[in-house]
């Protein structure tokens, strides 16, 4: 076997089904490989979507999704999609070529040092040297990739060693690895802190969306019947106990959902991670903050909890839960709340203004999408109302970035859900600025014949920008632009394309949508001027009045 054969074996051990990617001259022996393997080579037609989609492969199923570039050029479109999984969590395998490494015939051609530019962008960062090395590399790579904290890994495998014959080898089959659970004193401990809790609140970060999880969060959450909020990385993570849910901090402090927190004496922050945008601030007055999680907490100026419960997070909920269950007379002190800040929410959601306002949107959407759709976002404002005002009931249906927040990344990641879920209705989300920046996946979503339809927000702009120039007392400046015809761009990639006239236009535009199947863009412009009306004026006025209040 060769080193791209060595390679594809391991990546077929792996359980890996397909492979992202735009291959160069010095992948061919990999794509030969490929072309006789199992594993299907989907093209896309940018790096960075390639590495966005198995991203979000990891994202959605624990399991790493894998991706091909070329040397240079093709190597460093991956690094934000590198960057994007870093922050987030998401277990990826980037797989590049690179120039001879026993030779230079083409002396410094396309040659830039890969290895180093990925390493302070993925977990791991390696140039396979020998195929004899290549199976306990691909093993270990994955394992990397896999394990808590989950991230991307990069390997580079150079023509010539990817060429070379190499011993018949056979990869090294993977095993399960159960995570410790917590201590039992820390079990104890932690149960000790929420008994004496007069007013608890769970919190729900990043890391309570891994896919295992799902079930026994759901399960804790219900049977301490303990309100919960999340934070925007930790939407959809309890199925079933919607009726605790207190709300979204999709701000960092202020928003309605604010009311319950600044209250609360304890917050069980389960699987936060910093990575976020705080979801609220520590100070030096309280309250205790009790953080779950894989790994401890890191400490930061904002978040720094004064106990903590480390270890597999769902079977030491379980064990936190069994000593709890029915001793907490007051789990439901802040619940009190709750319908005052979900009726705030809730807010103008059917308001008939045309352009359409982001309330409007968020709800003709919910109303579109089965408990089991999937969202996914770009980044743009929008992403603060869907955060703030769209009602998760399954994990993982409303896939957002609240860590690299780069714009670009929700066409691919809608790309990736529809593949995963064909039978499930997806939908991305993007403003006409980050669509841009991938829209050219549209092509990769025809070609695979997927069922996806893309809703572009237009409103000419930068817009989040121009709201945070606006909000900081810049004048308006520099954020505008000119669209193509969206609908008729869709249409000329061979999707269809329809575009929203009126306020009742929505709903019925993406019913069609998903009722026709294929791709299908949607664009609708939509009206910003609620950003200022609710998310500062509003808020501003709500906090003054809290403020005074409690004083
Ligand atoms: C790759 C990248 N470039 C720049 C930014 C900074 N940024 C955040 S939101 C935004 C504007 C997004 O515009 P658009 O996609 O049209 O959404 P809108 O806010 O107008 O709804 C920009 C430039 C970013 N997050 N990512
Ligand atoms: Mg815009």
């Known amino acids: ?19 992202f990617g735009i291959p160069g001259e010095e992948n061919l022996d990999v794509v030969e490989a490929l072309r006789r393997s199992r594993i299907k080579l989907v093209l896309t037609r940018h790096e960075q979507a390639a590495a966005f989609m198995a991203a979000t492969h990891g994202r959605l199923t624990g399991k790493p999704g894998v991706c091909l570039a070329t040397l240079g050029p093709g190597a460093l479109n991956l690094t934000t999609g590198a960057a994007f999984a870093l922050l987030g969590a998401m277990p990826m395998v980037m797989i590049t070529g690179q120039k001879g490494i026993l030779s230079r015939k083409q002396a410094g051609f396309q ?98 969306s891994r896919p295992r999880l799902a079930a026994p969060l759901s399960e804790f959450v219900t049977r301490l019947e303990i309100p919960f909020f999340n934070t925007q990385m930790g939407k959809g993570a309890v199925t079933g106990g919607s009726n605790l849910y207190m709300g979204t901090a999709a701000l960092s402090e202020r928003d309605y959902v604010h009311r319950a927190i600044d209250r609360a004496d304890l917050i069980i922050a389960i699987g936060h991670d910093t990575v976020e945008k705080p979801p609220f601030f520590m100070g030096p007055n309280g309250p205790t903050v009790l953080h779950v999680g894989y790994l401890p907490a890191t400490v930061e100026e904002v978040f720094f909890p004064q106990a903590e419960l480390i270890g597999d997070v769902g079977p030491s909920l379980t064990l936190l839960a069994d000593e709890l269950e029915h001793r907490l007379p007051r789990a439901k002190a802040l619940l009190p709340l709750r319908e005052d800040i979900l009726a705030h929410i809730a807010d103008r959601a059917e308001e008939s203004r045309y352009p359409p306002t982001p309330q409007r949107i968020v709800h003709d959407v919910r109303q579109a999408m089965p408990e089991d759709g999937i969202v996914c976002l770009d980044n743009g404002m929008y992403k603060i109302w869907f955060a703030r005002n769209y009602r998760t009931h399954v994990a993982n249906t409303l896939l957002l970035d609240n860590a690299l927040a780069t714009m670009g990344a929700g066409l691919p990641s809608a790309v990736m859900a529809a593949l995963l879920n064909p039978d499930r209705r997806v ?28 809703l572009v927000l237009v409103d000419h702009a930068y817009g989040m920008i121009r709201w945070k120039q606006a909000v900081d007392g810049f004048p308006d400046f520099g954020m505008t632009f000119g669209d193509p015809d969206f609908a008729a761009y869709a249409r000329a990639y061979g999707a ?27 664009m609708t412009p939509i009206d910003y001027s609620e950003n200022e ?15 005074a209040g409690a004083a």
């Open 427 to 454: 939908l991305a989300v993007c403003g006409d600025g980050g669509f841009m920046m991938n829209s050219q996946e549209l092509e990769t979503a025809v070609r695979l014949k997927l069922n996806l339809v893309a």
């Open 111 to 208: 040659v830039v040092d890969v290895v180093s530019t990925m390493r302070p962008l993925t977990k791991m960062a390696d140039q396979i040297v020998s195929p004899a090395t290549i199976p306990t590399m691909v093993r270990e790579a994955f394992r990397v990739a896999q394990q808590e904290r989950p991230g991307p890994v990069h390997l580079e495998l150079p023509e010539d060693v990817a060429r070379q014959a190499g011993p018949d080898m056979a990869p090294i089959p993977p095993h399960r690895i159960d995570q410790p659970i917590a201590a039992r004193a820390a079990i104890d401990r932690a149960a000790q802190l929420i008994f004496n809790a007069e007013r608890p609140l769970i919190m729900l970060g990043a890391a309570a």
């Open 1 to 19: 076997m060769n080193g791209a054969e060595l390679m594809v074996s391991a990546l077929e051990n792996e359980g890996v089904q397909q492979i």
């Open 533 to 547: 009306r609710v998310l500062v004026d509003e808020l501003r006025a709500q906090d003054a009045t809290i403020g």
């Open 496 to 522: 269809k394309g329809s575009r929203v006239e009126s306020a009742e236009g929505l709903a019925p535009a993406l019913e069609a949508a998903f009722m026709g199947g294929g791709v299908h863009l949607i």
